[in-house]
């Protein structure tokens, strides 16, 4: 099993520019989740999945869209980003039974 | 939104010494977990906790679920060179009727070894 992957690792955009960040797990978790991570804020949810077809939102999701058209995708796309956008962005996944979330490499944003 | 608040925020210690570091919350949570993430990688689950006063050990990591279901623990006990990261602790909290949650997690504790 490669576990959650993620594409790109590193990105910089410039301002107004859309993108997407790729997330892929092969373990058949039903539960999928984008995070953020900014220095001194801990992880902030963005966005979550708990099927295919079924996205909602988590604690920060403006300017990021999802969706999740297969139990192993669940590509965030940034239709517009900002320079407050630059972040390290983590892609997880679970089992709707446990706890134990597994975390990709994350990708590395910068928003100029 | 809610949050978790740890301490410390950094540590500087040497190896073989003893580490603790903690976590607490203005409301309840049901569940305790404690993560490592080591330099560019994503967050690695270490120890859940499941029961208030439940203390649980992963090799050298002790954590304990606080009494008051508010606050945890957790220790490293003669730390290596391999301890070096940051610790997240975080809880799962209720986001819709339909029982998913999601998890929140505190801000962090960044673990030095002096050499």
């Known amino acids: 099993n490669a576990g959650v992957t993620q594409t790109p690792k590193f990105q910089v955009l410039k301002t107004g520019q859309s993108m997407t960040l790729q997330c892929a797990q092969d373990?058949?978790?039903?539960?999928m989740s984008w995070y953020r991570q900014d220095p001194g804020m801990g992880l902030r949810l963005i966005h979550y999945s708990v099927g295919a077809g079924i996205t909602d939102q988590g604690e920060v999701p403006n300017g990021y869209n999802v969706s999740r058209s297969t139990t192993e995708d669940f590509p965030l796309r940034l239709l517009s980003a900002a320079p407050s956008q630059t972040s390290v962005y983590f892609c997880?996944?679970?089992?709707?039974?446990?706890?134990?979330?597994?975390f990709g490499p994350g990708t590395r944003l910068t928003v100029l | 939104g809610q949050q978790l608040n740890q301490s410390p925020q950094s540590m500087f210690i040497q190896e073989g010494e003893d580490v603790s570091m903690n976590c607490t919350s203005s409301?309840?949570?049901?569940?305790w977990l404690w993560y490592k993430q080591d330099p560019g990688e994503g967050p690695v689950l270490l120890i859940a906790?499941?029961?208030?006063?439940e203390l649980t050990s992963n090799g050298r990591l002790t954590a304990q679920f606080g009494i008051t279901r508010k606050d945890s623990f957790l220790n490293i006990s003669a730390s290596i060179p391999s301890d070096v990261g940051i610790y997240f602790c975080a809880g799962p909290r209720p986001i819709s009727n339909f029982g998913n949650e999601k998890l929140t997690f505190g801000t962090g504790t960044r673990l030095t070894i002096i050499p």
């Open positions: 906790l499941y029961k208030a006063g």
């Open positions: 997880a996944s679970r089992t709707l039974s446990t706890d134990t979330q597994y």
């Open positions: 373990m058949n978790h039903e539960y």
């Open positions: 409301s309840i949570f049901n569940t």
